[in-house]
């Protein structure tokens, strides 16, 4: 068996659950896979596996502001020199499937051709954001569905060395450069963060999985620090809503995605984005029908085509507000009921 490692810097998890999937992929392949997670403890006391044990090498980041996490980038920088042919792959997952995020692995890829390392792939993955809003549970289980089937065409392409990159152009380069004030905001607004002690349960959970190692807790409080990267983990798996995101706590979201049991929920659909989809999330059906093209020349089955369209994804404005009002209406009615 040939050896493959995934060195992952992953917020809420989405990125981490990707890089599993295509793990499983390249097992076909007769790759024995394992994942690194890159944390600040690693990053800081330089403690990860050496690239040059393994034959494959693959590195895994969510987007942020378009761009790399700070701490991805200053990782990757670490990597030793290649002592022979060392094939490199790249994947990232974000929230929206525009070009403006195509210059996002510009300097990992620097990197990697400094040390001497073959970049022969770039991905990129749709999940949903862990801030700003929520998404549809339809959505939701659309881009789970979608990763699944893409990581079969990745683990292809990757095993048979098949070149693809993702092409950026000066825009997506401009906004790469000034998306990175968000690694500067996100050291400064991690000042902020507060645990509301009315709601917390004392888990620990926060301070044990924050990947920058920037909880802690003294004299029975929490604390944070000055490394916070914005990964949103702490304010979205918290059990009890108990974490204020600081100067940004409007845009906080609660609660991590259960993607299996809406992948097994029948009566969800997930064929959110199609051509009659309204409102922002049309602008996401250019991105499907790539990818559908491209499962097909693979001989899969695009996932959306096995369902009907979303009812509420082609409702208007108007019809969506009349169903909102409905379901008030029959809320209200269930909790008077019940008293």
């Known amino acids: 068996m040939k050896k493959c490692i995934l060195y992952c810097f992953s917020g809420t998890g989405n990125t981490n659950r990707v890089c599993k999937m295509l793990l499983s992929e390249l097992s076909s392949y007769e790759y024995e896979g394992e994942i690194f997670d890159i944390t600040y403890d690693a990053y800081k006391r330089k403690a990860f596996p050496d ?20 701490l991805f980038n200053r990782f990757v920088k670490l990597f030793p020199k290649a002592k022979r042919e060392q094939r490199a792959f790249i994947i990232k997952c974000s929230g929206e499937p525009f070009s403006v995020n195509n210059s996002s692995s510009n300097a990992v890829k620097r990197y990697f ?133 600081g100067l940004l706590n409007c845009l906080r979201v609660n609660g991590a995605y259960e993607f299996e049991k809406l992948a097994e929920d029948e009566a969800v659909s997930g064929n959110y984005v199609n051509e009659r989809t309204v409102g922002y999330y049309k602008k996401f059906h250019p991105y499907y029908t ?8 693979c001989g899969l089955v695009p996932p959306r085509s096995l369902f009907a369209p979303d009812e509420y994804a082609v409702m208007s404005k108007k019809q969506r507000k009349a169903l909102k009002r409905q379901r008030k209406i029959a809320e209200k009615k269930r909790t008077g009921k019940s008293r």
């Open 51 to 70: 690239p040059n044990d393994y034959d494959l090498i693959g590195v895994a980041y969510p987007g942020h502001a378009f761009n790399a996490p700070q």
């Open 113 to 245: 051709r400094r040390k001497g390392y073959q970049v022969t792939y770039e991905k990129h993955y749709l999940m949903p954001y862990n801030i700003m809003f929520r998404y549809p549970p339809g959505l939701a289980k659309q881009m789970y569905l979608y990763s699944q089937q893409m990581a079969k065409v990745s683990a292809k392409k990757i095993a048979s060395g098949e070149r693809e990159f993702l092409h950026g152009n000066p825009f997506s380069a401009i906004m790469c450069f000034l998306g990175k004030i968000e690694w500067f905001g996100a050291w400064f607004n991690g000042l902020f963060y507060k645990v509301n002690d009315r709601k917390c349960t004392d888990c620990g959970m926060c301070a044990k999985n924050c990947p920058a190692q920037n909880i802690t807790k003294k004299n029975g409080r929490y604390h944070f620090g000055i490394h916070c990267t914005l990964c949103c983990r702490c304010t979205m798996h918290c059990p009890k809503d108990a974490i204020s995101m």
């Open 290 to 297: 790539k990818i559908d093209r491209e499962l097909i020349s």
